[in-house]
């Protein structure tokens, strides 16, 4: 009975979440309704204004209010030196580590041939026409460390030459606090070729 | 049906994608079974240690069980051989993944195509390895050389071997001199303003490709040969990398 009306919809709607099964859709529906009406007020507002006014940035394509982001408009950054990521996450996370001073540039994908992903869909044109204007002097390549993310990452590293910027692919290797015992042999081995001296 | 349970079976991933929050569903291209589908269940995790090893163009050891179309993957280890394509080579490999994909079918075993396309990365591999080369070709054309080798092996493992041995009229032998004509369906027929010559048939037929006149006519071929037997579905890497040599 209870899977119908409003509250059945509300479980079954709460499901879309990512990791949310019916379970916790339950848990989230009844907790809402019962304890916490007014943090329920507040989602359903503040996601309901999210959706209506969060646009992709027109420089870097990140999620963001304004025309264009923080970021992207910030003085303080430094706007020649260009980080290409493959989801707004990724550029999330590298944000939260706090040492980047440059700007992103958001993929939205990867290069997937076999998926039928090529450059056009990537809307990589879109990153030529930044590459174009001069304002870049380099950029690093960080995409994901799979067989798209390093395809990806060649085809705009090519790209760059062409405009002869300088472009460079984040490093791979063994992770802080971690053993050689526990690393596979991939990465061992990337390891050891991207090594570096020590002064 | 009953429980299947295959041990250390050698096996390539032709694609990965991923599943839920933390899994994988990988193709995998065995030896022995074919392309099967294997779910690797809570792989995409920070401490994962099988991410780094499930990745096409590697060469694994896979284990899995499953009574269901979709089997789940109990174990995986790395092959000692070393496979690993960079740049334009990457790129062919997806091309080379397709090709499996659309010519083998699932659970349809050709240990032969998979020798072939064992040998057909580590080749690639090579080809960006090494600088210098014994036909002076440039490294496009060596992995043209390559793709070309394993698109007329599989073709012929697959059943689908080009007709390419004697002229279908005359069932003459190839006259290296003579000009031919190609159709997928029936073979070769020469005529004085064929698009193809002799020396590029006797080439494909040796599996040796010396010149850049010999690749690019086999080229034409087997694009012609693959095209027919697809039926008019486009290969989707294929225009993409087309778009991507324009740029490169």
């Not at chain 2, 929050?21 to 065995?30: G, R, W």
């Not at chain 2, 809570?42 to 896979?62: H, I, N, Q, Y």
């Not at chain 2, 690639?124 to 390559?146: C, K």
Request: with cysteine; aromatic share 8%.
């Amino acid at each position: 009975m209870l899977n119908k009306g409003l509250l059945g919809q509300l479980i079954q709607t709460l499901c879309c979440l990512p990791g949310v099964g019916p379970k916790s859709a339950q848990r989230m529906a009844f907790y809402l309704l019962q304890r916490d009406r007014q943090g329920a007020q507040r989602l359903s507002n503040t996601l309901l204004t999210a959706l209506e006014k969060i646009q992709h940035c027109q420089h870097c394509r990140t999620l963001t209010e304004l025309t264009v982001c923080e970021i992207c408009a910030s003085s303080s950054r430094d706007q020649s030196l260009l980080c290409v990521v493959e989801t707004p996450s990724d550029a999330w996370v590298v944000e939260q580590a706090a040492f980047f001073k440059g700007v992103y540039f958001i993929l939205h994908g990867r290069l997937s041939p076999l998926d039928g992903i090529g450059p056009d869909e990537l809307g990589l044109d879109l990153l030529e026409q930044r590459f174009a204007t001069g304002s870049i002097k380099e950029i690093i390549l960080a995409t994901n460390s799979t067989v798209e993310g390093e395809a990806t990452a060649y085809y705009i590293s090519h790209l760059a030459k062409k405009y002869q910027l300088q472009a460079s692919r984040i490093a791979q290797g063994v992770p802080i606090g971690g053993e050689l015992e526990f690393i596979d042999s991939g990465t061992l081995s990337q390891a050891f070729m991207g090594r570096k001296n020590l002064d | 049906m009953t429980e299947t349970v295959v041990e250390c079976q050698p096996g390539f991933i032709l694609h990965h994608r991923r599943y839920r929050e933390t899994s994988l569903i990988l193709e995998v291209f065995t030896r022995d079974y074919g392309i099967i589908s294997i779910l690797a269940k809570g792989v995409r995790k920070a401490k994962s240690r099988t991410a780094g090893l499930l990745l096409p163009f590697k060469a694994l050891s896979v284990s899995y069980c499953g009574k269901a179309e979709l089997k789940t993957l109990t174990q995986v280890e790395a092959q000692p051989i070393h496979t690993d394509l960079t740049g334009l080579a990457l790129y062919c490999g997806f091309y080379v993944n397709e090709l499996i994909g659309r010519f083998c079918h699932k659970h349809d075993p050709h240990p032969e195509v998979y020798a072939d396309y064992r040998d057909c990365l580590m080749q690639l591999t090579r080809v960006m390895r090494e600088t210098e080369n014994p036909a002076g070709f440039t490294p496009l054309l060596q992995v043209e050389a390559v793709l070309r080798l394993f698109e007329l092996n599989l073709m012929q493992h697959i059943g689908l071997a080009l007709l390419t041995e004697y002229d279908a009229h005359t069932e003459a032998p190839i006259n290296t001199d003579a000009q031919y004509f190609f159709q997928a369906e029936r073979g070769v027929i020469e005529h004085v303003a064929g698009t193809v010559s002799g020396k590029t048939i006797q080439a494909i037929n040796d599996k040796v490709f010396t010149d850049t006149q010999a690749l690019s006519e086999a080229k034409y071929i087997m694009r012609n040969v693959i095209n027919f037997h697809l039926q008019g579905k486009p290969l989707k890497t294929r225009a993409i990398l087309a778009k991507i040599y324009q740029q490169l």
